[in-house]
């Protein structure tokens, strides 16, 4: 399974090193940023170049608009971390920091769920290779998958998701991400920064990624199959 340490610099700071797998970096730099509010859209960002190293991947990209202002202040507050990632009282404010509000959307049909499920299998190569990747896709209201992201790394997945949508324009409002990822706070969040509605996850969340969708407005279904699916936040109108 391919996996190497990727760095992200944004102006020439190092902002984190992530183990990924090292395909579509520049989606995965892009929706990254995005993910994580350094961005608010592309035009944010200038272009990502990624070159490969003796130990790794380094991927830059230049960061201008409000992201700028944060920048400096959130690699110095890493600097302070513990391995746990939530320590410091800056952390603890961020877990609990408003999310953007979800568009107003229509509720999925539980059919078109199972329709995404069936052709993800088909979309999915590196995980029929190596049985190790998740997927993060977005389908249409109908059910068809449009475009997927792999990666060993399940939060890099749906980064990398986001950042091709945004690279190619396509907003993932207009139906639902599809991920293999546990359900934890964290992609709920990314979810939502990346501009999905709807979000169907092939496992249980847990009860802060409930609270966040709740709050956010996004629509959760949870422990997708190809024959049922549990509707956990209908955020739908």
């Not at 350094?38 to 990624?50: F, H, K, M, P, S």
């Not at 513990?82 to 952390?91: A, F, K, Q, R």
């Not at 969340?205 to 997708?224: D, K």
Request: charged fraction near 20%; hydrophobic fraction near 50%; glycine fraction near 8%.
């Amino acid at each position: 399974m391919p996996e190497a340490p990727v760095a992200l610099e944004f102006n020439g700071l190092a902002y984190a090193v992530m183990m990924a797998t090292p395909a579509d970096l520049a989606d995965f730099a892009i929706g990254f940023a995005l993910c994580e509010g350094l961005a608010r859209t592309i035009a944010d960002l200038g272009e990502v170049v990624a070159a490969q190293t003796d130990q790794g991947w380094i991927v830059r990209t230049m960061l201008s608009g409000l992201g700028v202002d944060q920048l400096g202040e959130r690699v110095r507050t890493r600097v302070a971390e513990s391995s746990c990632g939530l320590c410091g009282i800056e952390n603890l404010e961020a877990v609990n920091r408003p999310l953007p509000a979800v568009a107003h959307h229509a509720k999925i049909a539980t059919d078109a769920i199972f329709r995404a499920l069936t052709e993800l299998r088909d979309h999915q190569p590196l995980a029929r290779e190596t049985g190790a990747a998740h997927a993060a896709a977005w389908v249409s209201a109908e059910g068809s998958v449009s475009l997927v992201r792999e990666d060993v790394g399940r939060h890099n997945a749906l980064d990398k998701l986001v950042g091709a949508a945004a690279r190619s324009g396509q907003s993932l409002a207009d139906g639902l991400v599809l991920s293999t990822a546990r359900c934890s706070y964290e992609i709920v969040e990314k979810a939502v920064r990346g501009g999905a509605t709807t979000l169907v996850t092939v496992s249980l969340p847990t009860s802060l990624a409930v609270e966040r969708a709740h709050a956010a407005g996004l629509s959760l279904w949870v422990l997708a199959r190809n024959d049922s699916v549990l509707l956990v936040n209908d955020a739908s109108t």
